[in-house]
């Protein structure tokens, strides 16, 4: 089984900030991911699509063999990773807003988190909100848009700095001396973030801990990779160009568009 891939999937090209951590800290993995841009985005979503989306991926990357499933997506954990554990016995490992680490850095005791709607919508952050936010403020942002913007991969897009100064400004104005990354999209944007909220304040992405948890549960199976030079192979089942550009521009290998998932 230790030769078997790994699947990791996002909505669209967010999941990427995984991946890189994934194949900095596994280098020897095979790696299948999956942006599912026929749904994107899955932040104005109802719990029920985006929970048969992920079951309908995971099925896929299960009949691709894969051993292990990253659900590279905060939206995705939040609504169904519950679900998916109980249907699939592979390790699977999800992502979630880094609200601890958060509470143990800022000073203010003010921290600001960015995600979707679903996300912020979603009982696992209320979860984290009551089991590590008691004695401090909590301000979120949905950030509507963001998203779809950071998907066309222009980071010198006005509409994308003016979206970051809308949703990123109210936080710091109202005291947040630490932000959080609550989508996975969003590392992918985040010098305009650190831009914005200036260069005291402190972003957390959990994006490197995903990869530490994901080695640390195949080590536990016996399930790592132990010859070398891995492969990443990227499909989407949409037929999104900017998808498909980034993909190309990241140097990965692009495997097709309209996967039928
Ligand atoms: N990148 C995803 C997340 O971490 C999903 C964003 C979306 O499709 O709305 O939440």
């Known amino acids: 089984m230790n030769n078997q891939p790994i699947g990791i999937f996002d909505s669209g090209i967010g999941g990427l900030s995984i991946l890189g951590e994934i194949k900095s800290t596994l280098p020897n993995e095979n790696l299948i991911y999956i942006g599912d841009t026929a749904y994107l985005p899955y932040g104005t979503k109802s ?12 099925n896929y990357l299960i009949g691709q063999q894969c051993k292990s499933i990253v659900v590279a997506c905060n ?15 592979v390790p699977i490992i999800g992502i979630e807003p880094a609200i601890k680490p958060a509470t143990q850095s800022t000073k203010s005791r003010i921290i600001g ?6 996300t912020l919508e979603g009982d696992k952050l209320s979860t984290l909100k009551q ?10 942002e949905s950030c509507l848009g963001l998203v779809e913007e950071i998907e066309l991969s222009n980071q010198q897009s006005q509409t994308l700095k003016n979206l970051v100064e809308i949703y990123v400004r109210p936080l ?6 630490t932000l959080v990354l609550g989508c ?3 590392p992918l944007i ?3 973030i650190q831009k914005c909220a200036g260069d005291d ?4 992405d959990p994006s490197l801990s995903v990869a530490q948890e994901l080695k640390r549960q195949l080590d536990t199976k016996k399930l790592l990779r132990e010859s070398n030079s891995g492969t990443t192979n990227c499909s989407q089942t949409g037929d999104s160009k900017t998808f498909e550009i980034f993909i190309e521009k990241s140097k990965l290998k692009y495997g097709s568009s309209l996967l039928t998932i």
């Open 172 to 177: 710091i104005e109202q005291g947040a001396d």
């Open 75 to 89: 939206t995705a954990t939040s609504a169904a990773i519950h679900e998916l554990r109980i249907n699939f016995s």
């Open 131 to 140: 089991k590590f936010g008691q004695d401090i403020t909590i301000l979120h």
């Open 47 to 58: 719990k029920k699509i985006i929970t048969e989306r992920a079951h309908k991926i995971c």
């Open 184 to 186: 996975s999209h969003y």
């Open 113 to 118: 988190i960015l995600a979707t709607q679903a």
């Open 190 to 192: 985040r010098t305009l």
């Open 201 to 204: 304040v402190i972003i957390l």
